[in-house]
Structures are given as C-alpha cells and as structure tokens.
C-alpha cells in the first residue's frame, strides 16, 4: 500500500527565514511524486512533478527536490503570501487509474 | 482557475438524507476523481472515471455512488447521510499521461458537505 508522510504537521517561520518540508513515501513503483499548495476553503494548486531521484524543480521562492525515499520542499525567503498548507503525494505504477495518494500536509504560517 | 467546475459549494442537510454533488472536468480531460477531505482524515480517494467507465476505487462507502456521463461531467451520490460524512468533497481531473502531460489531477473548489 502507498503511503506518504509529511513532516511537520504545522510550521511557523518570519518572514525571510527560509526552510525546508519534508515528505517520506513509500509506492510499489513510482510514477510520479507532486507537490500541491493548498489554501483555507480552497482546492489544492498544483505546483510541481517529479518523477526520478535527482531530479529538481524550481517557481519562485519554492524549490522541490527527490530522492528515492522522500522529497524536500524548500522555501527561501518566505512571504506572508506564501502561508497555506503544502501537500505531497505519489503516483503509483501499480494502480489501474492514475490517483494520487496524498500525506497530511505541512501547514505553513510565514509571520510579517 | 483550475478549469474544474464543481456545484454546489456548499451543502447543508440532516442525517438519512441523499445530496448529489457535481463535477464539470477540465475541457478535453477525460479522467474524473473524486476525493474527500476531512480534518482527522486529509485528502482521501474515493473513485475515478474515465470517459464514462470506473477505473479505479478507493475507501468509498457502500452508501455513496458516482456516475460519469456522456458529457464527461460527473456526479457523487451519498446516501443515508451520518454526521461523520461531513466534509469537503474534490472534483480532480486529468488528461491522459503522455503527449506532453504530466499525470497531475487539477482540482475544483470543491463542495463543503454539513451533515446536521
């Protein structure tokens, strides 16, 4: 069974401070490995694929990177708009369809 | 904006109750998800279509169904509504990995269900 866990459950930074999220996972084969943002009352945002070891994507001050048994997500200098919650997830080769199993999710709060 | 419609946005209903929630997917997309998200639970995955046949299944109740129609949209029937069905339920669509697409489900608003 899939499983993806993120670490930790809730982050409180100022602005400026930069630090990473962390998700471990664990996928009978991995297609793909997505990182989504997801603010209150709203529907996750899509913001990166990665899909092997090594492998690196960037959009602004967001940073993905992945290994074989986790991936970081780093934040540089943080803005207050930046504060939501960050959800990974993995796709599997195994599964028939193509869904997504997500973690918990990092809930981020960047202070002014 | 996604490109995923979903209808209502917001529901509140009494217990033995049934809703129907709706789902219009991106233009093009031909795969359908549909996911709840609780506080306790996250994002959990309940069932996908794709062009108008089930694919794949998740941790969905035996009270609740869906359909996904000629038109691609879709529909999510929960029945015999319990307090704890009370939730945010996500639309997802995707197109079809390959031919320049990534795998990545784009996900509507989403409907809040409240079970009084």
């Known amino acids: 069974e899939d499983q993806v866990t993120q670490s930790p459950e809730a982050l409180r930074l100022q602005e400026g401070e930069s630090s990473s999220l962390n998700c471990s996972y664990t996928?009978?084969?991995?297609?793909?490995l997505f990182w989504y943002r997801q603010d209150p009352g709203k529907g996750p945002e899509f913001l990166f694929t990665?899909?092997?070891a090594g492998e690196e994507k960037e959009k602004e001050r967001l940073k993905a990177t992945l290994t074989k048994k986790e991936s970081f997500l780093h934040i540089t200098a943080p803005k207050p708009e930046d504060s939501a919650t960050y959800l990974c997830?993995?796709?599997?080769?195994?599964?028939?369809?193509?869904?997504?199993?997500f973690g918990g999710g990092t809930r981020l709060m960047v202070k002014p | 904006d996604s490109g995923v419609t979903q209808t209502p946005k917001h529901l509140i209903t009494a217990t033995g109750q049934r809703v129907t929630l709706r789902c219009s997917p991106r233009?093009?997309?031909?795969?359908v998800y549909w996911y709840q998200q609780s506080l306790d639970q996250g994002l959990q995955f309940l069932i996908q279509?794709?062009?108008?046949?089930?694919?794949a299944k998740g941790n969905i109740l035996e009270r609740f169904s869906a359909q996904q129609f000629p038109d691609l949209h879709s529909e999510l029937n929960l029945s015999s509504l319990e307090l704890g069905d009370s939730a945010l339920y996500f639309c997802?669509?995707?197109?079809?990995?390959?031919?320049?697409?990534?795998?990545?489900?784009?996900f509507g608003e989403g409907s809040r269900l409240t079970v009084l």
């Open positions: 997802a669509s995707s197109a079809r990995p390959g031919q320049g697409h990534t795998g990545e489900l784009f």
């Open positions: 996928v009978s084969g991995l297609r793909g």
């Open positions: 990665l899909y092997s």
């Open positions: 997830a993995v796709q599997s080769l195994q599964n028939a369809g193509n869904m997504l199993t």
């Open positions: 233009s093009g997309d031909l795969s």
């Open positions: 279509y794709y062009n108008g046949e089930e694919r």
